[in-house]
């Protein structure tokens, strides 16, 4: 039965093939191919389609390009609007809510309706939204959009429900902000200026209502003229005219002056008695000059004038340095009495408020903070201290301090791993903050049933690591950690060594590999570095070993099907004799040019270094210059712990380093591993015959030919010469128009008109790209990149892309598991997985010492089998089940402090773990399923027969952009394959059978940022870099959509306003006290809807025109919509409706009343006098 099995396996392995290297009848989705499978598998598959919805959860960091900031002083919350359309709602830790308007308009100011859990956003596409944000997710109520104006200003007063809207004609417009409908009441700009005015004062740039009188509101033109408008009179009190511009305006609490901003740096304060100049004007940065003229100084663009009631007064302004101070960084002046305070910032201000005590603004203000929004941050000084301290912020506001490389999620992490980092990283935090509570504590959140421990690590440009507890959806910084440490500080001549492939930032990360269970953390750079660290508890005094690997490859893999190759995609070589390391990595060749041959791009530190508890380093890899070629970038990355090994691949090879004993016992190129099994045909060349120029993650030319054309061709068909080298707008064939992975290089590219595909290349890559002649070519910071990248837009036509004949098959995933190398194999054993670009799978054997000492004292042996499996398109994942279809977890080593005081009693061991149950003796025959995902297709294989079982295309328009094996929780044997494709799909697949359960168009790839940093993790969970600071994550799990609600956060916490202060007796007599008047007769409008017609307020304010503005129902849910009628204003309005009904409707009573008793009084007077003519009568004389 055993050699019938073994037939029929290898019937299986010679099965037709297609080109791409599928069988040719199985290519539907779910089904299993032609040839019979090994053995019956029964797997019962529990996921299902209903077990999946793709949904938002929350969004970490700061808000992209802010434009706007507002803060509700009672429920102490805090929006942030961005030039995006999307608006940040913040309060205590936990609470973080993210609003994102439709048409993507920027937003232009925010309105608080202070204590009703509303909010009002202008946008730049002149439309007004009110949200409601009594729901944990915030919604649309209504909209309003104006056809004929532009908004430039808004102002709320409290307590009210009318909002003024100030546009660029000049004009005032009202608007109900219940109702949204607009007011006939209208402020026209040629009412509010003198007739004999000659020229138009400007947009409006301030409104605001006195605080003295509601009566009144205070008008600011651009121009820099200032009008006091009478709402009831309606004409102006007075008028203004300044010769310097308006940038904003601040009224004193008592409503006798206000303080306007200038455009040439000067403050001028106002007193109301006397409107004919300004009784005082100050620069506050500008100095007297000799001929007695104040120095020009920058605009001021905004003042905040606040009173306290046992000091000086508070006035806060931004900008208004003078132009001789260059190079000065933005300030925020901070005067209190006689004392000036400049706060420099790092970033420019966008915009900043003060905090007050009081939500009315007749009342002493008693400010305690001030919040300013910088384009790249946001900080909150305290007022309260002389010193003026910053809080720190509880907000993960610093993901972007240095521009984000890559990400990687970690989902259901040992428990004890997040405490011993925050511990860790808690003794390195800055100090100085305010001993104050953070002021912004609005809204409530509780953690959370189904919460686990979640990590987070995000690399930088400038080579530092971040490690995020992302528990729960909230996202702290737990540790950080700076590989540039490692490295020498380069010194003048040194940096023009080796460090010209990325001299803007050398140090960047461009991904990592962590093992959460044994806490080994590797990092791969841009210079071609790698960094493993060890975790201790203790500080220690060591050096760092560093191993310089000279990789190249020196044959020209121009790839062609073989004319004597058949039809066969599995291949065992069993009688390949096992190749030795390569020596090559230990003793470089001797250089062309010596000063560009056999040096690393960095220098490590070759000395005994300090190295604080946490993550310290023990090993550098470096790849070396080869004859004046920089190192090619690092493509593949993986680690195990059990084994003690890391693998790395490129373009060129594969190096496998020992990094126990520290040594390289594997420096191949690709096809070196193939031995006599390569499927293709390569033509070796001069090793200068063409240079490789280096691109990021892969070697191309100008001249490329489409690998799917190749693989199209028959197996018995001739390798092309000549066309293989002509330009390649003349084979064009319409494929995907961008080609990227997390970890694979880039293969198939657009020509979007770019000058050359170098420069197509720069800007996909994002990194620099050299040839032989051009070592000093153009270099861009990470910064320049994200721009470069951001401007990227896919082109929706079936455009030519194609591949170089003689591009190099790249090295794209590595992967260690307990494996079968040989189909003659009875037990698994350690083995390499080895993923390239052209679709191919190599299975690479090792034979590794059990015993601990031997293990340090005996070598590592490798010997590749040429075992080769096919699949269409670069590879990009791997992974394995038993058989039973539960995920088998690759081997690992338990955590162990080396650097740990030593223990007689415990000597510190290496103790292995290992959680498959198949690697028993027992259950060694059994074999498992191998998992395989590629950019176009996936494939699972029974090993060790390495029968192909299923296979599915993924795609054939687009291609995989990112693909991981995960796990659903909360559902047994719930393993699927999660892919997210370039044309902004998710799929979703199950294991083992493939079958399609989810296929959704959720994000279209707009630039590499996406591509670079997307990944999948266990629980249904996903992230991706929304912007260059913001971190997006979001579920596919439907039961994670379900229990979203009570995961997030309360924006609105029912609170009591808090009552205006008694101003006593005094002060009312002698006019002190606030003059309110009744809005709601000055500006209603005609409601039929409510059956209520004010016919004064309606002759007093007319009909507003249609065609200003257009009312547009928002689409709120209905829970929004009854939440938004239980609103504070809404009760009361319709309190105060229903009052005057029943007034009315008691009036008419008692009118009716009046007249049935006068009629009855009248019908008692009649029947009385009846009576009596009627009492001396005899019948006979009726």
Not at 191 to 199: G, Q
Not at 222 to 243: N, P, Q
Not at 603 to 625: F, H, S, T
Request: charged share 20%; with cysteine; aromatic share 8%.
């Amino acid at each position: 039965m055993k050699k019938f099995r073994k037939v029929l396996d290898g019937l299986t392995t010679s099965s037709p093939v297609n080109a791409g290297g599928s069988p040719a009848c199985g290519s539907a989705a779910g089904t299993p191919t032609a040839a019979p499978t090994p053995r019956e598998l029964d797997i019962q598959e529990t996921l299902m389609s209903e077990h999946f919805q793709i949904c938002k959860t929350v969004r970490h960091g700061f808000p992209y390009q802010p434009t706007a900031l507002t803060f509700d002083p009672v429920q102490k919350i805090l929006a942030i609007g961005s030039r995006s359309g999307g608006v940040r709602i913040l309060g205590r830790p936990g609470v973080d809510c993210f609003c994102q308007h439709e048409s993507g308009a920027a937003v232009l100011q925010l309105q608080f309706l202070i204590n009703e859990g509303a909010l009002v956003t202008a946008c730049a596409d002149d439309t007004l939204h009110l949200w409601n944000l009594r729901q944990r997710r915030p919604a649309i109520l209504h909209s309003l959009k104006f056809n004929r104006e532009r908004i430039t200003f808004c102002h709320l007063p409290f307590q009210s429900k009318w909002l003024y809207v100030g546009t660029e004609r000049g004009n005032t417009h009202i608007v109900n902000v219940e109702s949204f409908i607009l007011s006939g009441y209208v402020i026209m700009w040629n009412k509010a200026i003198e007739l004999s005015t000659k020229t138009h004062p400007g947009p409006i740039v301030h409104l605001s209502d006195s605080p003295k009188d509601e009566g009144k509101l205070l008008i600011g033109f651009e121009s820099g003229t200032i009008v006091m408008w009478d709402l009831r009179s309606k004409r102006a009190d007075f008028r203004i005219y300044y010769d310097e511009a308006i940038h904003s305006v601040s009224w004193h609490h008592e409503g006798r002056q206000f303080m306007c901003s200038h455009s040439d740096g000067s403050l001028s304060m106002w007193n109301l008695r006397n409107t004919a100049k300004p009784f005082q004007v100050t620069f506050p940065h500008g100095k007297s000059q000799r001929d007695g003229r104040k120095e020009s100084c920058k605009p001021i663009l905004k003042v905040e004038y606040k009173t306290c009631r046992n000091s000086e007064s508070f006035v806060i302004f931004s900008g208004g340095l003078s132009y001789d101070k260059a190079g000065r960084r933005p300030t925020l002046t901070i005067m209190h009495g006689k004392a000036i305070t400049v706060l420099e910032m790092d970033h420019p201000i966008v915009e900043f408020l003060v905090l007050c005590e009081t939500p009315y603004l007749n009342e002493v203000q008693e400010p305690y903070a001030a919040v300013v929004l910088l384009e790249k941050d946001l900080i909150v000084v305290d007022l309260t201290q002389s010193s003026f301290p910053i809080f720190e912020n509880p907000y993960p506001m610093d993901i972007h301090e240095s521009p984000v490389t890559c990400t990687a999620y970690f989902a259901d992490c040992p428990p004890d791993i997040i405490p011993v980092l925050y511990s860790i990283g808690a003794k390195h935090k800055k100090t100085g903050y305010s001993h104050k509570e953070w002021p912004v504590s609005g809204g409530t959140w509780t953690v959370g049933s189904q919460s686990y421990p979640e990590i987070i690590i995000t690399g930088h440009a400038d080579g530092s690591i971040k490690f995020w507890d992302a528990t729960a959806i909230t996202l702290q910084m737990l540790y950080k950690l700076k590989t540039s440490k490692v490295f020498e500080k380069p010194k003048g001549s040194e940096t023009a060594r080796g460090a010209e492939l990325v001299e803007e930032d050398p140090y960047a990360v461009q991904m990592v590999s962590w093992c959460p269970q044994s806490r080994i953390f590797c990092v791969v750079g841009i210079s071609a570095h790698i960094i493993l660290y060890c975790f201790s508890r203790h500080d220690s005094n060591t050096a760092i070993t560093s191993l310089e690997v000279r990789l190249q490859c020196e044959v020209e893999d121009v790839i062609s099907p073989s004319d004597t190759e058949n039809a066969v995609c599995l291949m065992d070589a069993g009688g390949h004799s096992p190749q030795p390391p390569s020596p090559r990595g230990n003793t470089p060749d001797g250089a062309r040019d010596g000063a560009r041959d056999s040096i690393p791009c960095l220098k490590v530190k070759d000395r005994v270094i300090r190295m604080p508890p946490g993550y310290q380093a023990e090993l550098v890899v470096q790849l070396l210059w080869v004859d004046g070629e920089p190192p090619q970038q690092i493509t593949s990355l993986d680690l195990n712990s059990a084994y003690g090994l890391l693998a790395l691949g490129n373009c060129n090879g594969l190096v496998v380093v020992d990094y126990l004993q520290k040594t390289i016992i594997l420096c191949m190129t690709t096809l070196e591993l193939y031995g006599s099994a390569d499927p293709f045909q390569r033509l070796t060349r001069s090793p200068r015959k063409n240079r490789q120029s280096t691109s990021g993650l892969t070697e191309l030319s100008d001249n490329q030919v489409s690998l799917d054309q190749e693989r199209s061709k028959s197996p018995t068909s001739v390798a092309c010469s000549s066309p293989a080298y002509t330009d390649p707008r003349g084979t064009a064939e319409p494929v995907c128009n961008l080609r990227a992975s997390h970890y694979s290089p880039v293969f198939y590219l657009l020509d979007n008109g770019y000058p050359s595909r170098r420069a197509m290349l720069q800007q996909l890559h994002a990194v620099s790209m050299y040839s032989h002649d051009e070592h000093h070519g153009t270099t861009y910071t990470w910064s320049e990149r994200e721009s470069r990248e951001n401007s990227f837009s896919r082109s929706r036509s079936s455009s030519v892309s194609s591949i170089d004949r003689d591009t190099k098959e790249a090295v794209t995933t590595l992967h260690f598991a307990e494996s079968y190398g040989r189909r003659s194999d009875v037990l698994p054993a350690p083995c390499l997985w080895v993923g390239t670009s052209l679709g191919l799978v190599l299975i690479v054997p090792m034979s590794i010492p059990t015993d601990e000492q031997e293990r340090m004292e005996e070598p590592v042996t490798i010997a590749p089998t040429s075992t080769v499996l096919m699949l269409k398109g670069s590879v990009l994942r791997f992974s394995f089940l038993d058989c039973t279809g539960g995920l088998i977890h690759s081997p690992h080593e338990a955590w162990r402090d080396t650097h740990a005081p030593d223990d007689p009693e415990r000597p510190r061991r290496r103790r292995l773990v290992n959680f498959s149950p198949c690697f028993s003796q027992e259950a060694g025959g059994d074999g498992h399923l191998a998992v395989v995902c590629s950019e176009r297709q996936a494939k699972v294989f029974f090993m060790p027969s390495q029968a192909c079982l299923y296979v599915h295309n993924i795609t054939e328009s687009s291609f995989v952009l990112r693909a991981d094996v995960v796990a659903i929780s909360n559902i047994s044997n719930s393993v699927c394959l999660a892919c997210f494709c370039a044309n902004g799909h998710i799929m979703i697949l199950s294991l083992p059978s493939l079958r399609p359960l989810l296929d959704v168009h959720y994000l279209p790839l707009t630039d590499m940022r996406i591509a670079r940093t997307f990944c999948f993790t266990n629980g249904g969970q996903a992230l991706y870099l929304s912007s260059p600071t913001e971190i997006q994550r979001i579920t596919y799990s439907q039961e994670m959509c379900d229990n979203l609600q009570e995961m997030l956060g309360e924006l609105f916490t029912p609170t009591d306003t808090p009552e205006a202060q008694n101003r006593g007796f005094l002060k009312g007599f002698f006019g002190g006290n606030t003059q309110t008047f009744d809005r709601e007769e000055l500006y209603s409008v005609l409601m039929t809807q409510r059956r209520v017609c004010p016919i004064v307020g309606e002759a007093a304010a007319g009909k507003a025109s249609r065609s200003l503005a257009q009312h547009i129902p928002g689409q709120g849910s209905v829970e929004g919509v009854r939440a938004a009628a239980g609103g504070a204003v809404g009760e009361l309005a319709r309190a105060r409706i229903a009052l005057d009904e029943r007034g009315q409707r008691l009036g008419e009573l008692e009118e009716r009343t009046a007249l049935m008793m006068a009629s009855a009084e009248t019908f008692s007077k009649h029947a009385h006098e009846l009576m009596l003519k009627c009492k001396d009568k005899k019948w006979y004389q009726f």
